[in-house]
């Protein structure tokens, strides 16, 4: 089977092709992890998923472990990176 495209056709399937490897390239992909991940608020986990005191959820955002803590009072989490971690309410 042949499949004849129009010059803009072509166009648009090639810029479709080329986007596709690029969401795969390493330096893409880091890109919009700190595009993404790190420069906004991130959906983690419903307060059902920790709703009793000493529940956890570990999970990441991007790439970056996090681990969500519920104590009696509060919930917190933990970011996780290599030697160091930053807890917040």
Not at 13 to 38: H, V
Not at 39 to 52: L, Q, R
Not at 64 to 72: F, G, L, M
Request: glycine share 4%; with cysteine.
């Amino acid at each position: 089977m042949r499949i004849d495209l129009t010059t803009e056709e072509f166009r648009k399937w090639y810029m479709r092709i080329a986007s596709i490897e690029n969401c795969t390239r390493p330096c893409c992909i880091q890109l919009e992890m700190k595009r993404i991940f790190e420069a906004s608020w991130v959906y983690v986990a419903h307060i059902s998923e920790v709703s009793e005191p000493g529940d956890y959820k570990a999970t990441y955002i991007g790439v970056q472990p996090v681990i969500i803590n519920r104590n009696a009072n509060s919930v917190k989490y933990k970011r996780c990176s290599i030697g160091a971690g930053t807890e917040q309410q």
